[in-house]
């Protein structure tokens, strides 16, 4: 299963990577960390890894390293706006419970 961007996502990704001038696509991985185990971590990727899994979605490259996919496969990834406030959501088929929070989610 791939990890996947919205058509909204990949315009905002494609922006950035157009303001910063440099930039093969979005690694979209996790981290262990916070009060439910794991966390994502997203950064553009220059350089991508020979190990990286490669995905497209509405022209953007999305890498993830093996050691993330697991958990993470099947995931859709939306920018969304709610009044003030806008950021990366993620629509994960493996998450089971995430923190009060928001910030972190178990498997």
């Not at 969304?80 to 419970?97: D, I, M, S, W, Y």
């Amino acid at each position: 299963m791939e990890v996947t961007l919205t058509q909204r996502a990949a315009e905002h990704i494609k922006k950035y990577l157009e303001r910063r001038g440099k930039g093969l696509g979005l690694r979209v991985g996790v981290t262990t960390t916070g009060c439910s185990g794991m966390a994502y971590k997203l950064e553009y990727v220059d350089d991508p890894e020979s190990s990286d899994n490669v995905f497209e979605s509405f022209g953007v490259k999305v890498f993830v390293d093996p050691k993330s996919l697991p958990y993470i496969a099947g995931t859709e990834l939306d920018f969304v706006r709610e009044g003030l406030n806008e950021g990366f959501k993620f629509t994960n088929p493996n998450q089971k419970a995430s923190c009060g929070c928001g910030e972190s989610f178990s498997v």
